[in-house]
């Protein structure tokens, strides 16, 4: 009996206290009904073998996983990991030295601005690449959560019961849409952070900030929750692989905030500059209404872009779920 106590204590040293006792009880129980009262060792292996892995099992004892990545989903999440890090990465530090390039200060030495660039452009590619690493794998944790395919995920086994059917190519997500998806995460992104570097009025020598500071940082928390649920989404649909009808609704509630956010951003009463708007009119020889007619434009044609594109989007992802009445039979 020594390997069948062993298997029970690898089942219940990953348990709460608690429920050891009953557990190891139950385990005896079942294991001398899958067995005769002296049983060999092969009889007993094969026993333990129906059981399956101490690990999956004990899981299966507290429904929920033993670990944040599994077996099945780690090496897309390695591979995920690699395409979103050095995009991160490439996009902070481009967008860094812009903003270092732009906000150089002929105050300082070339040395000192040097020193003080590297500084800002390490700062920022260190901050980007943690931010994508516990994002990442904070989607990937939550899809090991809750998945409902996770109890039929052998730790060491395979089956073939575990095929999944053909899809058709019409509903396949392709991967280089998936990762332009991170490409375009990055640079909003990277773009929002350093705002006040890159988004200008500029005129002979001089230059202002064409939106207020305080507007952006009152905006960041919902920006970075937007981007995090951006890259997860495209983490779920890279490891889902095709359209379906639930995945399908998703696209749609995201696309709603991003409207929804984006019309609260552009209409935000204090988000440009009245200083950089009156310049703006000086240069060009209007009025102040003159001038703020021309923001309202360039505001709504913004806003109406931004909402013909989620809504191509919403409709393309509807349409990708559709399946061909001929190949339904």
Do not use: C
């Not at 690699?82 to 002929?106: C, H, Q, W, Y």
């Not at 209007?286 to 709504?300: F, G, I, N, Y």
């Amino acid at each position: 009996m020594m390997y069948r106590d062993a298997y029970i204590a690898e089942v219940t040293r990953r348990l709460p206290q608690t429920m050891r006792e009953d557990v190891a009880l139950e385990l005896e129980s079942t294991i001398a009904d899958m067995t005769s009262d002296t049983p060999s060792q092969e009889e007993l292996f094969e026993a333990l073998r129906q059981l399956g892995d101490p690990v999956l099992l004990a899981s299966r004892y507290l429904e929920r996983p033993l670990h944040l990545i599994g077996p099945a989903l780690y090496p897309t999440f390695i591979s995920i990991l690699k395409i979103v890090l050095p995009i991160a990465l490439i996009v902070s530090g481009l967008t860094a030295l812009l903003g270092v390039i732009v906000d150089f200060s002929e105050e300082f030495s070339w040395g000192q601005g040097i020193i003080q660039g590297i500084l800002q452009i390490v700062g920022s590619m260190l901050a980007a690449g943690i931010q994508s690493v516990f994002w990442v794998g904070l989607v990937f944790a939550l899809i090991e959560r809750y998945s409902s395919s996770r109890d039929t995920i052998p730790l060491s086994k395979w089956d073939p019961s575990q095929l999944k059917p053909v899809t058709l190519k019409k509903r396949q997500i392709s991967r280089a849409s998936l990762i332009g998806g991170f490409v375009w995460t990055a640079i909003w992104v990277g773009i929002y952070l350093n705002a006040s570097n890159l988004i200008r009025l500029y005129w002979e020598d001089q230059s202002l900030p064409l939106l207020n500071e305080e507007a952006l940082r009152f905006f960041l928390p919902a920006v970075i929750a937007l981007a995090a649920v951006e890259v997860g989404f495209g983490i779920y649909k890279w490891v889902k692989g095709f359209w379906t009808i639930p995945m399908a609704f998703w696209n749609l509630v995201f696309n709603l905030f991003w409207i929804i956010g984006t019309v609260l951003f552009l209409t935000h009463p204090e988000l440009f500059s009245q200083e950089a708007l009156t310049q703006f009119g000086e240069l060009l020889g209007q009025t102040t209404a003159e001038t703020e007619s021309l923001k309202r434009w360039a505001v709504w044609t913004l806003l109406i872009s931004f909402i013909v594109i989620a809504t191509t989007d919403v409709v393309d992802g509807f349409m990708k779920t559709r399946v061909p009445r001929h190949q339904k039979k």
